[in-house]
């Protein structure tokens, strides 16, 4: 049985005329690394904000680990939805003393979570003296003071050099096989891609794609096909139930067909119904063009 560490159903929020998060509903398993992908603007900082209950929903609700909204929740869930926030003048441990006194932990984790960010060996170095990477570092240790069930991680990443964003993708991970569930919320389909298992794609609040990372790109093939009679074989295949969604760019038709059909099958296809094919290839289509399209048609 299926077990869920968040449920949202129908979450709204509306500032004025304008729908930030527009009846927005999905399920997170436990154990799930759960990207939020959208342009900016697209919803994904207010949606979090809602679930971490610094922002109240106009519409909807939601449920953590089967408790009602903001019922007892915080112990449970370390979030970084801003960028870090911490005292220039003061050392790493009692930046986190003071995270420490608000969240309840103990300052025995301090040393724990400094090792696990790999920030251990400057513990007692002042914030103002750490790298962008080594700041975001330190804002995930605060979030996982008190052993939180769920990280939310908001653009985790923004702003990071090559090396930074390598580190903070690495930690992801790795608290990942530590069997957190986690949500990041980026406007970079790269990060979801190499971080994320599963996914939901906003578009001015509204959901336009749920589910595996993978699944945009297992859903739709592409096979790029020319003929000496381009006519005759546009007719041939209007009048297939497996080909007729195509369309044509230049002198190449796109034909897109289901992942258990294969270009031999069109072969043989094109060959019965006497069209003399010059070019015939698969084109598997990327995560990020799905995207675009995605995007694109909510435009």
């Given amino acids: 049985m299926e077990e869920f560490v968040l449920e949202v159903k129908g979450l709204s929020k509306t500032y004025g005329k304008l729908k930030a ?3 927005l509903s999905f399920k997170l398993e436990r154990g799930e690394v759960y990207g939020i992908l ?16 610094v922002v109240l929903p106009s519409g909807g609700s939601f449920l953590w680990i089967g408790k009602k909204d903001g019922e007892n929740n915080r112990k449970n869930i370390g979030s970084m ?11 790493a441990v009692d930046n986190l003393k003071i995270v420490a006194e608000i969240r309840g932990a103990n300052y025995s984790e301090i040393d724990i979570v400094l090792k696990h960010v790999g920030l251990f060996e400057r513990r007692k170095s ?89 699944g945009l790109e297992k859903d739709k093939v592409l096979i790029e096909v020319m003929a000496e009679d381009m ?15 195509f369309k044509q760019n230049d002198q190449i038709i796109q034909i897109e067909v289901d992942t258990d059909i294969n270009k031999s099958a ?34």
Avoid: W
């Fill in 21 to 23: 998060v527009d009846n």
């Fill in 38 to 53: 959208g342009p900016n603007g697209s919803g994904k900082t207010t949606t979090l904000a809602m679930l971490t209950d």
């Fill in 81 to 91: 939805l801003e960028k870090p926030n911490f005292y220039e003048y003061l050392s």
């Fill in 126 to 214: 002042k914030f103002k003296t750490f790298s962008l990477g080594m700041k975001q570092r330190l804002a995930i240790s605060a979030a996982l003071l008190g052993n939180p069930e769920v990280l939310i991680l908001d653009e985790p990443t923004n702003g990071l050099d090559p090396e930074g964003i390598a580190e903070v993708r690495h930690l992801i991970k790795d608290l990942a096989s530590d069997n957190k569930t986690i949500i990041l919320a980026s406007h970079l389909l790269d990060e979801v891609q190499k971080v994320c298992t599963k996914m939901l794609v906003l578009k001015k609040g509204v959901k336009i794609f749920q589910g595996n990372v993978n």
């Fill in 231 to 245: 006519e005759l074989l546009k007719n041939v295949l209007s009048n297939s139930s497996d080909f007729n969604k």
């Fill in 266 to 299: 069109l072969s043989t296809y094109l060959f019965e119904n006497k069209v003399i094919v010059s070019h015939l290839a698969v084109k598997q289509e990327s995560l990020e063009e799905n995207i675009f399209e995605l995007l694109k048609e909510m435009k």
